[in-house]
């Protein structure tokens, strides 16, 4: 068969053309610096990007160390800065050390793959995140994935192992419908097998634990040698980058074997610096945690659910993808800004609103929640 003539990319038209006809087509949507809009669709969940002090941090650090690291972290990438976050990192959520990576995303590939590879099981929850998901492709490793939350399943998975070592992974708090992994018993069923558990602690971080140390610091499993934790810097701490949390022999491991760590560069000092002020104002306002969950509890009820969230996440399932993108962009042109999650995001058939309470939300801004919410729910579920 002769191809001469042919794009090599005309296939993308057919991609672009069944993805649009499947109500799955999307657009990059521009915001101007100081938005107009309710955002109930960000993961600021503590209100803290655009905190005095957490600027303030961000700027100090830009002045002193310069606008980016200048290497990989192994070269010329790591300050002094580095250092003093991870060190208070550490101390805050109960670890033995923690490392910086570059972004949540190249946290969770470096810690899953340098943890496991061939001749290693690796079982995931099938609603982990893609960072994990794409974790375990890297990984070389014998993959399970499980039923979501189902302890039962990775039990089995890892009693019918044959390979020497075993890795489970699983988010604390899972970003698409908020629920809470069950990590008590995850971490019980680990021990049995002799397997590591890792857990991503984004979406906990800031909201769970006491003062918002995260779900494992609240269930007691903080510090334990067979618990490695990632979290990113970009949701309750409203900066940029991602964290390893572990025993000081992972922390040394992944410095000498993790390639998102050793081969990129190093996180620009500026996120450093304003996670490192926004870690010091949660420390000092605590409460701001508990508020989280208030607003959340909040928004759940003006959505007409009667439970209680366990997060900062608020999931509204409506199903068809066109009804949850249609409802979305009722909520923006009322002036509120929601999360619209679709297929392959979210399973086909549970496409919907994902809303995000912060600790900052007015009084006002929850009356123009409920008012807009409740009209724009009414006609998307008539």
Same mark, same amino acid.
């Given at each position: ?22 109500? *799955? ?7 101007? !610096? ?164 890792? %857990? ?53 491991? *992944? ?25 010091? %104002? ?38 068809? !993808? ?15 800004? %929601?999360?619209?999650?679709? !297929? !392959? ?38």
């Amino acid at each position: 068969m002769t191809h001469t003539g042919l794009s090599p990319l005309a296939w993308l038209a057919d991609v672009e053309r069944d993805r649009r006809a499947a109500g *799955l087509r999307r657009a990059l949507r521009t915001r101007p !610096p100081v938005g107009t809009e309710l955002d109930l669709a960000s993961n600021d969940y503590l209100g803290l990007s655009q905190h005095p002090a957490v600027l303030d941090g961000g700027i100090a650090a830009l002045r002193t160390w310069g606008a980016g690291a200048g290497g990989s972290r192994l070269v010329t990438g790591n300050t002094e800065l580095h250092e003093e976050f991870e060190t208070a990192l550490a101390a805050f959520v109960g670890s033995e050390s923690a490392l910086v990576f570059s972004s949540g995303y190249t946290a969770n590939i470096g810690a899953v793959v340098a943890l496991t590879g061939p001749g290693a099981l690796l079982v995931s929850d099938a609603m982990t995140h893609a960072s994990l998901v794409d974790a375990c492709r890297l990984s070389r490793s014998r993959v399970v994935v499980t039923p979501h939350r189902d302890v039962a399943a990775v039990e089995a998975a890892l009693a019918e192992r044959t390979e020497e070592r075993a890795v489970v992974v699983t988010e604390s708090v899972f970003s698409t419908d908020g629920a809470l992994a069950p990590l008590r018993k995850l971490r019980e069923v680990c021990r049995r097998h002799g397997a590591l558990l890792i %857990v991503d602690e984004a979406h906990g971080l800031g909201v769970r634990g006491s003062g918002g140390q995260g779900l494992v610091q609240e269930l007691g499993l903080a510090g334990d040698p067979d618990i490695v934790v990632t979290t990113t810097l970009s949701k309750a701490l409203g900066s940029q980058g991602g964290a390893v949390l572990g025993p000081a022999a992972v922390r040394a491991h *992944l410095i000498d074997t993790a390639r998102t760590f050793i081969f990129d560069t190093g996180l620009t000092p500026a996120a450093v610096g304003a996670a490192l002020a926004a870690l010091q %104002v949660l420390i000092a306002e605590p409460q701001r945690a508990h508020a989280v969950l208030t607003h959340a509890t909040e928004l759940a009820h003006i959505c007409g659910s009667p439970e209680q969230p366990d997060s900062a996440v608020v999931s509204v399932i409506l199903g068809d !993808p066109e009804v949850a993108v249609g409802a979305a962009a009722a909520c923006l042109d009322r002036g509120i800004r %929601v999360g619209c999650f679709r !297929p !392959p995001t979210v399973p086909a058939g549970t496409s919907r609103l994902r809303l995000t309470a912060r600790a900052s939300l007015s009084d006002d801004e929850m009356a123009s929640a409920r008012r807009v919410l409740s009209e724009v729910l009414a006609a998307a579920r008539a």
